[in-house]
């Protein structure tokens, strides 16, 4: 088994047409048939394909009849034609009668194309190379490949593959003659014992799998679909369309459509070229972590979504697919931001706890939430005791009517306050002290909280 140089395509400009440097160059292993069912060309993806120790890569003229004598003959590599009357002889010798192209009226299928079934030998790699992709790459000792030149056998006298492929059968003319040229696409190889007889449904076996392939999509404890190129989400899975009323496909978004997609802050909904899925299908790369808005048409509750997706491809053709997005729950909105509320006033409650001042918060009420320790050691209260309006008790009697009056006109116009009153120390003693309060804000301009300081004068 020989290649044809690669590097020696360039240099044949003269002698090659580009056709040919293409036939041998293309990913997807060809052969070309002349009428006496021998190999008059084959391309170096077909020498790996079926591992021939006498497949040559090769595509010169040759003439059916004379010229392909040395040529190895297709029966040579034992490839059957699966669930079909046809032989090799009949399509060779009628490929051009309408006839004899029928095939199999399956889905998969257009009317040149047939499954096969051939074996080849399981070969050893002596190119013993850390693979690109191995998680496990550099962890194990290098292996001399010269300790296992002439072990072929040894390590694999008994294992071979079975091969089951879906061909593509195409006639041309040249010169006067006839030709077929066969591709295959999709194969699935099967290592087994040589002894052992397999016995293969290529269709049955192409329509399980895609029916496992949906299955495990749809038990996916995520919210997942799919998109093709232009955008269209084409299946959402069975959590997807369970929370989407029964939607099973979207049509694709249009620029000017309105987004059912929010910022995770719900300050706007995203744009048209902000949407996960049309990001992944613009830059065709993967989509890190991604957080988004969105709203429950039944209920009107905010959820808090993180997204995250990638392309798909065809990995026999590399055609484009589309995009397989995911997405998990985060948590609803409103509770996600009163916890992260909490966790704030947590962090500023013990800033605030290190200030040399009193400094205490109320709700958009008024009522008491929090009173740094140094105040509670000042008034000698528990905390239980400053909940609601109690924290008006350490105000002077004679002051209270006033400062009342002054935090009622603050709190009605969301405006900072500020007044002179006496307050009561831990021993009963009144002191004179400032007392200065100020709103927190939403973006709204509702009043979230009241940040509130005194200090002795």
Known sequence: MRYFPRSSIFDLVVTMDFGSRLFLDSPFPTLS??????????????????????????????SCGSGCQNKI????????????????????????EPLLRKVDNGASFSKNEAY??????????????????????????????????????????????TVTAKIIITSTRHAGQ?????????????????????????????????????????????????????????????????LNSGVSSRLAPLPGDISDMWTDDFSRRLTHDELP?????KTRQELKPFKYGQIDPRTGRKWILRAWGCTLYDMSTGEFLGAAMFAEVMGHFDAMAET???ERLKSFESICDTMPHFVWTA???????????????YTGLAPEAYKGMGWQQTIHPEDLPRFRQTFKEAHEKAINYEIEAR???????????????????????????????????
């Open 178 to 242: 006839d030709y077929c040229q066969v591709s295959f696409y999709s194969s699935h190889a099967t290592q087994h014992h040589a002894n052992r007889e397999i016995h293969q449904t290529p269709a049955a076996d192409e329509a399980w799998l895609s029916k496992c392939k949906t299955a495990m999509f749809d038990n996916v404890p995520l919210l997942g679909y799919i998109t093709d190129p232009a955008g269209k989400i084409t299946y959402l899975n069975k959590l997807t369309t369970a």
């Open 33 to 62: 048939l002349c009428r006496c069912k021998r190999i008059i060309a084959a391309n170096n993806a077909a020498v790996d394909f079926f591992k021939h120790k006498d497949l040559e890569a090769d595509c010169q003229d040759v």
């Open 277 to 281: 899925y049309i990001q992944i299908l």
């Open 340 to 342: 992260s509320r909490l």
């Open 423 to 457: 307050c009561r120390r831990y021993d009963g003693t009144y002191r004179w002290m400032l007392k200065r309060g100020a709103p927190i804000k939403d973006s709204d301009g509702r009043v979230l909280i009241w940040v509130c300081k005194t200090h002795t004068l």
């Open 73 to 96: 003959n297709l029966e040579e590599l034992h490839i059957a034609i699966q669930g079909r009357d046809l032989t090799w002889s009949m399509i060779l010798e009628g490929i051009h």
């Open 116 to 161: 096969v079934k051939f074996q080849r030998p399981v070969t050893v790699n002596l190119n013993n190379h850390d693979r690109f992709d191995s998680p496990t790459e550099g962890q194990f000792p290098r292996i001399d490949s010269r300790s296992l030149t002439g072990m072929e056998d040894v390590l694999y006298h008994s294992q071979q593959e």
């Open 363 to 377: 709700d958009q009420d008024g009522e008491g939430q929090w009173f740094s320790s140094q105040w509670l050691e």
